[in-house]
């Protein structure tokens, strides 16, 4: 009796030695920040702990390597302060701060100088000067400068371009205001910071191509409508926000083409966390996970989906 209790004993402790042994290589596999705090939880006394806590600093450190932002540098001393690369990561920290510094200062002493006036020599910024350019003021003149609550139509050789309503201090528009197209549709409308969008908007707009679609032969004239609905930083998407592109013909109701992106943005670009959902015709593909310099980079933080379903 005492032999057989051994035995079933051993045929356990094999049975936990292979279920470490396989659950350590698939959270190898995912290489992933959560799949190493799920083995360790789970297997936290094997004797691939000692290796998965190893790997998972490395994949954190290579993480705060890729972003490259103070605040993952950071976030790793405080989670590793004794841990294999903090004299690396300090001296990065450092040169990012120094060059940080450098950069505020240099912003500092960058300013828009060009103006614009109307026929009464009421000024505003100019951020892109064309050629025959003209404005018309509806609104309070303060010291030869746009202010206050009002209206600015944009013309090029006479023929209206854009308009800008809101609220404008000295000469820029600051606080909420809204871009109109040539036809009264609003491409934008956002909190504004030196005429730059700062905040929470929502931009929309609209162009036209020629293309085809289901392997038709002729031409057809194509569409699309783009919408970012989120929030901004001097003029970028930066922080959280949504974005949608469809594509359909002229004159027609159907859309061929859809995409979205819903989740983290830097500088313009999908950077952080987040889903990208695309559909052509009945063909949908959906990534969820993180996203570096605009394109997707793993499945890190979102737990591996699609390979790495099993994990959970």
């Not at 936990?16 to 698939?26: D, N, Y």
């Not at 910024?125 to 400068?145: D, L, R, Y």
């Not at 980079?297 to 959970?312: A, E, P, T």
């Amino acid at each position: 009796m005492a032999k057989l209790k051994y035995i079933i004993f051993i045929l356990f402790l094999l049975f936990i030695v292979s279920c470490a042994s396989s659950a350590f290589k698939r959270a190898k596999e995912a290489n992933t920040i959560n799949a190493y705090n799920w083995f360790l939880t789970k297997y936290g006394d094997s004797h691939y702990a000692e290796q998965a806590m190893l790997l998972r600093e490395k994949r954190f450190y290579d993480n705060s390597k890729k972003r490259n932002e103070i605040e993952f540098y950071e976030e790793y001393l405080r989670e590793y302060p004794t841990g294999k690369y903090v004299n690396e990561v300090k001296k990065i920290l450092k040169e990012e701060k120094n060059l940080l510094v450098e950069l505020e200062k240099a912003n500092d002493n960058v300013k828009i100088n060009y103006w614009i006036s109307d026929s009464n020599g009421c000024k505003c910024i100019n951020p892109a000067p064309q050629e025959n350019e003209s404005i018309t003021w509806t609104g309070e003149c303060k010291n030869n400068k746009v202010h206050g609550l009002g209206q600015i139509k944009w013309f090029s050789a006479g023929k209206l371009t854009q308009s800008n309503i809101g609220n404008f201090e000295d000469g820029k528009l600051n606080g909420q205001g809204c871009l109109i197209d040539e036809n009264e549709n609003y491409k934008e409308c956002a909190e504004y910071k030196d005429h730059r969008l700062n905040g929470i908007g929502k931009e929309i707009s609209y162009d036209t191509f020629s293309g085809r679609y289901d392997n038709s032969k002729s031409v057809d004239q194509i569409i699309r409508e783009t919408v970012y609905n989120g929030e901004y930083i001097n003029g970028k998407k930066h922080g959280v926000g949504r974005y949608e592109q469809t594509e359909r013909r002229k004159n027609s109701s159907n859309v061929h083409y859809e995409y979205w992106y819903y989740g983290q943005w830097k500088d313009g670009k999908k950077d952080g966390l987040g889903c990208e959902y695309s559909k052509f015709n009945d063909k949908s593909h959906m990534t969820c996970g993180n996203f570096l310099l605009g394109k997707f980079s793993d499945y890190n933080g979102f737990w591996g989906w699609h390979k790495y379903l099993i994990l959970l």
